[in-house]
Nanobody, 125 residues
């Protein structure tokens, strides 16, 4: 089992920045990849970014590329999402997710086995 706990969500003005954290506990040695997803009211959960636990390669959704940065601290078992130049359309609940499976892209929700409870990010215009 893996437990995930997000933090760092807040209300911020457009153009501002936030850093989300996701503390990982449990069977972390089984990690293959971790990702961030978000879900806005009335919309489906969408992929934001992922990172391979070994090697650290990253991938971003087009909508956030150049503004968001995913990183991880293996020693602290923590995943981060640095979000800069936030826009009102970034408003959503942000979830971190953990995968122990072997996939190609890790951009689909079904490719992840464990999820956090989410943290609310609200960007005002």
């Amino acid at each position: 089992q893996v437990q995930l706990a997000e933090s760092g969500g807040a209300l911020v003005q457009a153009g501002g920045s936030l850093r989300l954290s996701c503390a990982v506990s449990g069977r972390t040695f089984s990690s293959i990849a971790m990702g961030w997803f978000r879900q806005a009211p009335g919309k489906e959960r969408e992929f934001v970014s992922n990172i391979r636990w070994i090697g650290g390669s990253t991938y971003y959704a087009v909508s956030v590329k150049g503004r968001f940065t995913i990183s991880r601290d293996n020693a602290k078992n923590t995943l981060y999402l640095q979000m800069n130049n936030l826009k009102p359309e970034d408003t959503a609940i942000y979830y971190c997710a953990h995968s122990v499976g072997h996939y190609v892209n890790y951009t689909r929700a079904y490719e992840y086995d464990y999820w956090g409870q989410g943290t609310q990010v609200t960007v005002s215009s």
